[in-house]
Structures are given as structure tokens and as C-alpha cells.
């Protein structure tokens, strides 16, 4: 019998030198998690068209979430690309008409130097000469006319080009996309309100920024290192853990947070631990209640 009670007691002991053993190498510590939230606000006026934001649901950077009415916006740059083929069209003829000026151009020169040189010889009269060399004048101010035309032309054209951009960025202020991945918190608007610069439409949770907020004694920091693994245990998720880094030491000591249940460590001054969330960040929630498992250094 006594032998037996030995046996026990030894198991109890090195039972309970086994947890201690654990205690002393890891920190066993409450937590909650914690990310940015981002309020996308409209950027122009108008009526919202479409509505893409469903509270809860999980978005991928680049969604769209709405768009407001941009029909006002559209009907000018449609008009604008009509003008800019009116303009190619003209700037085709009139580098079609330049074409044939040049041509006619060096054609008169070279009767101009002919009649020059039977000029010269009393073969011609003096008035067919005066005659070719007018309609090279004439010619000339013709081309330059054609020219300036065409260069007006072109500025128009650069002109209806910069308008197009203005309207095009424009366009993109009526679309308003996701900037982050994440979920929906939370939604403002409806789908055919109208909205005013500056006005919120969603609250959104980045999904990259989540982080876990927990709080250790002074005498456990000084046992912890920046960028050191963390374990993250889920409530709720038994056999579950996911990985974390710590990424943040507050610099003063403050009171517990209401989340710290113990009295002893109520009355403890504390310091902020972040640990940034590595991995399957949309298996979190914000404000969700975490077990965070930090070996000692």
C-alpha cells in the first residue's frame, strides 16, 4: 500500500514539475484581435447606380463597390471622340491637299527656271514669265495657309485628347473600387441614394493589417524579442493554432485592459504586445478573443 502511495506521489510530482517546467518556458497570455479599418468615402457627387457591399462579406483589392451616376460624363466623352474623327478626318484631307500643293509647287518652279533660261535666250516674253512665277507665289501662300491649318488642326486635336483624359479621370472618381482585401463591417448607403463628396459608404476591415492586442508584465518583456513566432490559439477552435509575429512593444506601462478576467493581473501594470496574424487572417474576426502562447528568450 505504501509502496503504491509512493508511486502516486512520485507521478503528482513529476507531473506537476512538468507544468512547471512549461509554465516557466512559455507565456500564456489573453488577447483580442485588432486591424485598420479603412471608411471609403464618396469622391464626387451623384446618385449611387450600382451597390457591390454586403456587411460581412469578403472583398479582394480592386472590387468594385460603387458606382455613381456618370451618364453625364460619358455623353461628353462620346461627344469629344466624335469631334476628335471630324478633326482626323479633315487633317487627312488636308494632308491630302498639302500632297498635291508640293507637287504643283515644284512643278511651277521648274517652269519658272525654263522660261528663266529661254528668258534669257529671247524665246519667251517676259509676261509668261511673270505669270509662272506668280502661281509659285500663289502656290506658296496656299501651302503655308494649308500648313497652319493642319498645325491648328493638330493642336485642337491635343486639346480634345486632354479633355478626354480630364473625363476619364473623372470616370475612375465615379467608380470606387476596394483599396485593401478584407470584410465589410459595416454599410452606409443604399443602391439610388444620392451622395455628396467626402460622404462614407462602407467601413472596411484590411485583412492584411490584422493584429493581435495582449498585454504582459514587465518582468515577461524583458523575455521577449521583436519578430519573435507567437502561437495564436482560437476560442472555440480545439487542436487549432496559428502562427503570429510580434511586431510591437508598448513603450509605458498601463493599466489592464477590461479583457484581463484575473484580479491579480487587474492590478498589475502592463505592457502592449502587437502580434501580427501570418497566416488564414480570414479565419479572424475583429474584436474576436484569442490565446496567445509566447516562448520565453
Known sequence: MKQKQWITLSVLFFFLGSCQAQKSEFIKTAGVVDGEVITIKAAVPGEIRELNVQEGAR????????????????????????????????????????DLLKSNLNYWK??????ERLHKKESVSG?????????????????????????SLSLNLEK???????????????????PVT???LERFVTSGETVFPGSPLADILDETSLFVETFVEEKELSQLELGQNATILVDGQKGRSYSGTITYFGKKAEFSPKYIISETERKSLLYQVKIRIEESREDFKLGMPVTVKLKRQ
Open 160 to 178: 480634345i485628347q486632354n479633355q478626354r483624359d480630364q473625363i476619364d479621370l473623372q470616370l475612375q472618381d465615379h467608380m470606387i473600387h476596394s
Open 59 to 98: 472583398v479582394e483589392q480592386g472590387h468594385l463597390l460603387a458606382r455613381i451616376d456618370d451618364r453625364k460624363l460619358k455623353n461628353q466623352r462620346e461627344n469629344l471622340e466624335i469631334n476628335e474623327r471630324e478633326i482626323q478626318v479633315n487633317r487627312r484631307k488636308l494632308t491630302q491637299k498639302i
Open 127 to 151: 509676261d509668261k514669265l511673270k505669270k509662272a512665277k506668280l502661281q509659285v507665289k500663289e502656290l506658296e501662300t496656299s501651302l503655308h495657309e494649308t500648313q497652319e491649318s493642319l498645325s
Open 110 to 115: 521648274d517652269q519658272v527656271q525654263r522660261l
Open 182 to 184: 478584407g470584410s465589410i
